[in-house]
């Protein structure tokens, strides 16, 4: 049973950094794709980040191009997604998800799996 836990969440300010982390169990976490997309409230969730299983791809929304950094640890089974300069507009649930592909995709139809989410809110 594939298993996909994220944290990292939080309150923060306009300008502020924080790191997401989503563990993964239940596969061979090496062999697929990984993203993480977001919800804000009222939103449809929308895709942020994507990184193929060697991590030599990566790819992003263009509202966080420059600011946002996907990266995975293969051997700890996780993947991260580092977020600097955060603005309220990236008040969300983030969720991580993994595809049953090796690689990458820009929509939710790309992945099979599912975290339960982490919220990150940002205040002006």
């Known amino acids: 049973q594939v298993q996909l836990v994220e944290s990292g969440g939080g309150l923060v300010q306009a300008g502020d950094s924080l790191r997401l982390s989503c563990a993964a169990s239940?596969?061979?976490?090496?062999?697929?794709?990984m993203a993480w997309f977001r919800q804000a409230p009222g939103k449809e969730r929308d895709f942020v980040a994507t990184i193929s299983w060697s991590g030599g791809r990566t790819a992003y929304t263009d509202s966080v191009k420059g600011r946002f950094t996907i990266s995975r640890d293969n051997a700890e089974n996780t993947v991260y997604l580092q977020m600097n300069s955060l603005q309220p507009e990236d008040t969300a649930v983030y969720y991580c998800a993994t595809s049953d592909r090796s690689t990458i995709s820009y929509t939710e139809r790309g992945y099979a799996y599912w975290g339960q989410g982490t919220q990150v809110t940002v205040s002006s």
């Open positions: 239940g596969r061979t976490f090496s062999s697929y794709a």
